[in-house]
């Protein structure tokens, strides 16, 4: 069964600072793994996934996130917070093969001060 | 481009009665996922919709069944619903594929209370 680590319920940084949402997971195989975020009462938007090739994936609005498969780890990041940046960021994961269903983790709440 | 749409985006019902969810998948998509988020959680994986048929389910009852239309559009049904039912539910829609890459984008989603 696969599963999905947010270790932090909220995070708390001053605007202009880098931050950074940690995601940890387990899943058998290689996996494709996803970062979503979610503004109040909407859905998710999608930020970045990584499929294959360089653990430093690009994505949108500033983002980025490292793949560590020693660490089994895909945190996120940012080099400067804005107060716009605050919402809840969901990481996602799934084997590369078969399944196609994403595995969420419980959230990660970003607070943005100015 | 239109992205995912979901109707209606609020509803209340009682407990026992049934509800009927709707989706209409982002221009060119064609499979369709259904999560339930419940207060305070991440989504869960319900069902995935392809071909008219489910080819995938998460761990939930047989009260939560589904449909998909030759337009590639879908429905969520729950029957004899329960307190615990009250969640946002959201649809996703991706590409197909045996080896697909493809991301789920997801809907607005459609937050169901029970009482």
């Given at each position: 069964?696969?599963?999905?680590?947010?270790?932090?319920?909220?995070?708390?940084?001053?605007?202009?600072?880098?931050?950074?949402?940690?995601?940890?997971?387990?899943?058998?195989?290689?996996?494709?793994?996803?970062?979503?975020?979610?503004?109040?009462?909407?859905?998710?938007?999608?930020?970045?996934?990584?499929?294959?090739?360089?653990?430093?994936?690009?994505?949108?609005?500033?983002?980025?996130?490292?793949?560590?498969?020693?660490?089994?780890?895909?945190?996120?990041?940012?080099?400067?917070?804005?107060?716009?940046?605050?919402?809840?960021?969901?990481?996602?994961?799934?084997?590369?093969?078969?399944?196609?269903?994403?595995?969420?983790?419980?959230?990660?709440?970003?607070?943005?001060?100015? | 481009?239109?992205?995912?749409?979901?109707?209606?985006?609020?509803?209340?019902?009682?407990?026992?009665?049934?509800?009927?969810?709707?989706?209409?998948?982002?221009?060119?998509?064609?499979?369709?996922?259904?999560?339930?988020?419940?207060?305070?959680?991440?989504?869960?994986?319900?069902?995935?919709y392809y071909e008219e048929e489910e080819?995938?389910?998460?761990?939930?009852?047989?009260?939560?069944?589904?449909?998909?239309?030759?337009?590639?559009?879908?429905?969520?049904?729950?029957?004899?619903?329960?307190?615990?039912?009250?969640?946002?539910?959201?649809?996703?829609?991706?590409?197909?594929?045996?080896?697909?890459?493809?991301?789920?984008?997801?809907g607005p989603g459609t937050r169901l209370?029970?009482?």
């Amino acid at each position: 069964a696969q599963s999905v680590a947010q270790p932090e319920d909220q995070v708390n940084v001053a605007e202009g600072n880098p931050l950074t949402v940690k995601c940890t997971y387990s899943v058998s195989g290689n996996p494709y793994l996803f970062w979503y975020v979610q503004y109040p009462n909407r859905g998710l938007q999608f930020l970045l996934k990584y499929i294959t090739g360089d653990n430093l994936v690009k994505g949108s609005y500033g983002f980025e996130a490292e793949f560590n498969k020693s660490q089994t780890s895909f945190h996120l990041k940012k080099p400067s917070a804005l107060v716009s940046d605050s919402a809840l960021y969901f990481c996602a994961v799934r084997p590369n093969t078969g399944r196609r269903a994403l595995t969420f983790g419980s959230g990660t709440r970003l607070q943005v001060q100015p | 481009d239109a992205g995912v749409t979901q109707s209606p985006t609020h509803l209340i019902k009682t407990r026992g009665q049934q509800v009927t969810l709707r989706c209409s998948p982002k221009s060119g998509h064609d499979t369709v996922s259904w999560y339930q988020q419940a207060l305070g959680q991440g989504p869960q994986f319900i069902f995935q919709y392809y071909e008219e048929e489910e080819r995938q389910r998460g761990n939930f009852p047989d009260r939560f069944s589904g449909h998909q239309f030759p337009n590639y559009s879908s429905e969520l049904n729950v029957n004899a619903l329960l307190l615990g039912d009250s969640a946002l539910y959201l649809c996703a829609s991706s590409l197909p594929g045996p080896l697909s890459t493809d991301t789920q984008y997801f809907g607005p989603g459609t937050r169901l209370t029970v009482l």
